[in-house]
C-alpha cells in the first residue's frame, strides 16, 4: 500500500483541495467533500527567516469513513535570502491511512483533464 507520507500522495491531495481552491483572502473552503482550512506563519529576522503553511483537511461525510490531516510546509531561508531547508509533510491525526487513499483514488479522477480535453496541435 503507498504511503501517506510520500510527496506524491501530498501532491495529490493538494491538487484535488486547490480546485477550485479558496476564495482570495478566505482561510476556509470546502472542495470534494472535504473541509479545508490553511493558516500561514512567518518570522524575519536578520540571520534567518521561516515561513510555514498548515493545510487541514477533515473528511466527516455521512456514510463516509472520517479522517483529519495536516500537511505542513516549512521554508527556511538565510539573512541574505538564500533558501537554507524547505520541506513538505503529511501527518494523519484522525482516520485510516486507506480511507484517505480511497479518496484521492475517487478524486484525482474528478479533477484531471481526461485525455479528450487536451488540447491538439
Not at 44 to 61: C, M, P, W
Not at 74 to 92: A, P, R, V
Not at 108 to 119: I, W
Request: charge should be positive.
Amino acid at each position: 500500500m503507498l504511503r501517506l507520507s510520500r510527496s506524491r500522495v501530498i501532491s495529490d491531495i493538494e491538487f484535488i483541495v486547490n480546485k477550485p481552491g479558496p476564495a482570495v483572502g478566505k482561510r476556509k473552503w470546502t472542495s470534494k467533500g472535504a473541509e479545508c482550512s490553511v493558516d500561514r506563519h512567518s518570522f524575519a529576522g536578520e540571520v534567518y527567516s521561516f515561513h510555514v503553511d498548515i493545510l487541514q483537511v477533515r473528511l466527516s461525510a455521512t456514510g463516509a469513513p472520517k479522517w483529519k490531516l495536516l500537511i505542513v510546509g516549512e521554508f527556511w531561508q538565510g539573512g541574505d535570502g538564500e533558501s537554507i531547508h524547505s520541506t513538505k509533510w503529511l501527518k494523519l491525526l484522525h482516520g485510516k491511512p486507506g480511507d484517505v487513499l480511497k479518496w484521492i483514488s475517487a478524486n484525482r479522477a474528478m479533477v484531471l483533464p481526461s485525455a479528450g480535453d487536451e488540447v491538439k496541435s
